[in-house]
């Protein structure tokens, strides 16, 4: 139990479809971070939030649409995406973001495929 | 350009011998650099950090070594065990304005009895 908790741990869904994912962490942390997971590929980050303010947005596509409605939340919305878009999502927070020696504690990710 | 390269990709060693993961990053400048572990199906844990000034640390049977001089850490494991298969990922903050992390490909260590 890392104390970020994240739903559904699989999606599938269509080109077409509307979906979101969640991410809850139970840790005190002010600083909440979705990255993108590809096969053989290292980590790449895609949003920051630090104190519900969105600090990062790491050249993501619009079909990308995060969330942050507190601390302890964070969403991505899902819109059209593309089948290169299937990979593991992964949430991630930590105390916040200008503390550079506290880790990132991450969730078991969200598998998504697009058919 | 940031960039972390780790070697070897993948490795496949029999259960209870030792094994060295290797961490070669061009961050500059550099704040710190970190080990994770990810068990598949899972996250990444923290196994260890190491600032500038620490030459070695260890986590049980995990020992870090870092060379800031030549960039390079390492990651050894003593005596592996089945639960050590996983993917080992080496992650360098650098020390400006941004604190922005470069994450390294990492290492699949399959651990087989």
């Known amino acids: 139990e890392t104390g970020v908790t994240q739903t559904p741990r699989h999606l599938v869904m269509g080109m077409t479809n509307k979906k979101s994912l969640k991410c809850e962490q139970h840790l005190g942390h002010n600083a909440m971070y979705w990255y993108k997971q590809s096969a053989k590929k290292p980590l790449e980050l895609m949003f920051v939030?630090?104190?519900?303010?969105?600090?990062e947005n790491n050249s993501v596509p619009s079909r990308f649409s995060p969330e942050c409605p507190n601390s302890s939340h964070l969403f991505l919305h899902l819109h059209t995406l593309q089948p290169e878009d299937s990979a593991l999502y992964l949430c991630a927070s930590s105390q916040e973001t200008g503390i550079s020696n506290q880790p990132q504690h991450f969730g078991d990710g969200t598998r998504l495929s697009i058919l | 350009k940031n960039q972390v390269e780790q070697s070897p990709q993948s490795l496949i060693i029999l259960e209870g011998k030792n094994c060295t993961l290797q961490?070669?990053?061009?961050?500059?400048?550099?704040?710190?650099l970190r080990w994770y572990k990810q068990d598949t199906g899972r996250g990444p844990v923290s196994l260890t950090i190491?600032?500038?000034?620490?030459n070695t640390k260890s986590n049980g049977r995990y020992t870090a070594t870092l060379d800031a001089d030549t960039k390079q850490s390492s990651l050894h494991i003593t005596a592996s065990q089945l639960s050590d298969s996983a993917s080992y990922i080496c992650?360098?903050?650098?020390?400006?304005?941004?604190?922005?992390?470069?994450f390294g490909g990492g290492t699949r260590l399959m651990v087989k009895p």
């Open positions: 939030y630090n104190f519900k303010e969105q600090t």
């Open positions: 190491m600032t500038f000034s620490e």
């Open positions: 992650v360098v903050r650098n020390n400006n304005a941004g604190n922005m992390l470069t």
């Open positions: 961490c070669n990053y061009t961050v500059s400048p550099f704040s710190n």
